[in-house]
């Protein structure tokens, strides 16, 4: 509706509001982060002890400081984009001294130190060819997942830490404990592990040296509050090798930021973004335009039948030691069929790795059968089959291996060539050794039988004697 009455003549009036408070850039990404600090902070012994150990070990904190500088503004950048507490950039410190390579003695790895049914279940792949555990966007992305799944169940972050670490059934469980016996349920109140107990202290306590350097005696190196990398898109698989040459990177400042890769070939399907320090990545592109040099020298082999290592070396035209080498077979195992294996390229296999073996490979082994030669001696009415059944192995074999036809008749006591695991061998000559032994004490009981038969008869001459006697 339109008023009726003329609209009054627009006023304007002063007001005194306060002036606008500037806030200054963050000086560096240490300062960023103090800046962002939210949880509630924890003071106590356990706190005291955390900081005096970190205080102590000025070196220990200076190389894990230096490691994060490569991953911290990312995970910052992911924090606060999901508004969650600083704090938790700060966990990585705590779980793996920001070690993107960390493997705990439970299997837990990564820089957020994921165990492996943990890290499936947040779509972290773990194949041969790659452990997105350890990869830095993918698990900086589950970790912080998990974080917020844990907080909205527990509604505390302290409590979300305690998950974390050892486990959410077991802390709900600890808190049921707690409301049965009428106690307080918080992170201080519950009964748990002494790792469990130390976890958050020690987070606070690296937070506390952090926000204060200067009242610990430590200095923290000179972290920039900008990207260190910046994320660029394979099309095709490609060596590691030649990523790092045209980059301009040494490999291993390539895997320090790819620490998922454990080959020497990128493969495109399964892992189509890698990371290049920021200045690198724009080098690799321009150099990759005008690159007319092989990308990549190495492709995945489906195994199709199982086979010994030597066996599938000659099939790819390798070596057997740069076989295992390369592929982590280790000695006296077979390759099963269906394995996946990391060969040369060739005429034959000269295509980028698929989709489905790129996120699927495996490599499965069973131990290596080695064969002895032996002699056995076919019994009556023996034939090849029923022999062979006998030492579980193929008529056919046997045949091959004593040239005869697989239909031959064997003759009692014929010696017949099998080829047996060293087991079954030993086993084989034990049971003929043992048979022997029983022919022979047959044999000398039936000697023994006959010797007492022929004392116990009398003799023709004894026998006249006696007749003699009874004439006269």
Do not use: C
Not at 96 to 119: I, K
Not at 189 to 207: F, H, I, N
């Amino acid at each position: 509706m339109f008023p009726d009455a003329p609209l009054s003549e627009i006023g304007v009036a002063s007001t005194n509001l306060p002036a606008v408070v500037t806030l200054a850039a963050p000086t560096d990404l240490w300062d960023r982060i103090r800046r962002g600090f939210a949880m509630t902070d924890l003071d106590n012994e356990l706190v005291r002890d955390r900081e005096q150990w970190y205080a102590t070990r000025p070196d220990y904190i200076q190389r894990m400081t230096e490691r994060s500088s490569r991953y911290l503004f990312h995970i910052v950048e992911e924090i606060e984009r999901r508004n969650m507490p600083m704090e938790l950039a700060l966990l990585p410190f705590i779980e793996s001294a920001f070690n993107p390579q960390a493997v705990s003695s439970a299997r837990a790895a990564g820089m957020w130190q994921f165990m492996p049914a943990t890290g499936q279940s947040f779509d972290l792949k773990q194949n041969i060819f790659r452990d997105d555990r350890r990869d830095v966007l993918a698990s900086t992305r589950a970790a912080l997942d998990y974080l917020q799944q844990l907080h909205g169940r527990f509604g505390d972050w302290h409590l979300a830490l305690a998950a974390y670490n050892w486990g959410q059934g077991n802390v709900n469980r600890a808190i049921t404990r707690n409301q049965r016996a009428g106690l307080p349920t918080g992170y201080l109140d519950l009964s748990m592990p002494m790792e469990t107990r130390m976890y958050v202290p020690k987070l606070q306590a690296v937070k506390n040296i952090l926000a204060r350097p200067e009242a610990f005696n430590t200095t923290l190196p000179l972290i920039g509050n900008h990207p260190f990398f910046d994320t660029v898109t394979l099309e095709r698989d490609m060596d590691v090798a030649v990523i790092a040459q045209l980059a301009g990177v040494s490999e291993k400042d390539f895997r320090a930021l790819n620490p998922s890769l454990n080959r020497p070939v990128v493969m495109a399907a399964g892992t189509p973004n890698i990371l290049l320090p920021w200045d690198n990545a724009v080098v690799f592109q321009q150099n990759l335009q005008t690159f007319s040099g092989p990308l990549a020298s190495w492709t995945a082999w489906v195994v199709p039948t199982t086979m010994t290592a030597a066996q599938a070396a000659a099939r790819v035209g390798m070596s057997e030691a740069e076989l295992r080498e390369v592929n982590n077979i280790p000695p006296r195992m077979r390759v099963r069929a269906g394995s996946s294996l990391l060969v040369p390229r060739s005429q034959t296999r000269n295509g980028d790795v698929p989709l489905h073996v790129a996120d699927n490979g495996h490599l499965s082994l069973q131990p290596e059968v080695t064969l002895r030669r032996s002699s056995v001696r076919a019994r009556k009415g023996d034939t090849l089959s029923r022999l062979a059944s006998r030492y579980g192995v193929s008529a056919v074999s046997v045949a091959g291996w004593n040239r005869l036809a697989i239909n031959a008749r064997l003759k009692p006591g014929q010696r017949i060539t099998l080829m047996l695991p060293q087991r079954s061998a030993v086993a084989s000559s034990r049971s003929a050794k043992k048979s022997v032994k029983v022919a022979t004490r047959k044999k000398a009981v039936q000697k023994a039988g006959t010797r007492t038969a022929k004392a116990r008869t009398p003799s023709k001459r004894a026998v006249t004697k006696v007749a003699a006697s009874k004439k006269n």
